[in-house]
């Protein structure tokens, strides 16, 4: 649990997460989603005390969640994290700062931070095939 606490860390210190999380001023976790088509988009994170989940999504999966906020698209990231943010904030105001406990590192014992949390795929993986122009039946 601790190496998956540290993993999970990262989404806050260093992913897609880190702009609204790291203002919580205490160790955190968590992870963040967008469903295909931006119809929901959520966060999830944990400090020792207290874990939560914000999610955004519409009335049924057709519905798009693009433009919320003046936002092209709305992700786990953006509103989710923010106002998971300032909950956790109020929810945790006289507690303690608590660490987390240390990874075991099981599997290896050297930490390499996640350089590049948001993968970035060639060109070529991305781009779509033409579809074949349909032929008339006689």
Known sequence: ???????????????TATAAVSKLGRP????????Q???SAWFSGYVPQLATSVAFFRDDATQSLNGIGGLTSLTGGTFPARIWTAYMKVALKDQPVIDFPAPANI????????????????VS???PTPTPTPTKKK
């Open 37 to 39: 088509n931006n119809a």
């Open 1 to 15: 649990m601790a190496d998956l606490t540290y993993a999970l860390g990262e989404v806050t210190r260093a992913g």
């Open 107 to 122: 599997g290896g014992t050297d930490v390499k931070p996640i350089p590049d949390p948001v993968p970035t795929l060639p």
């Open 125 to 127: 993986a991305v781009t």
């Open 28 to 35: 955190s976790a968590g992870k963040t989603g967008t469903s």
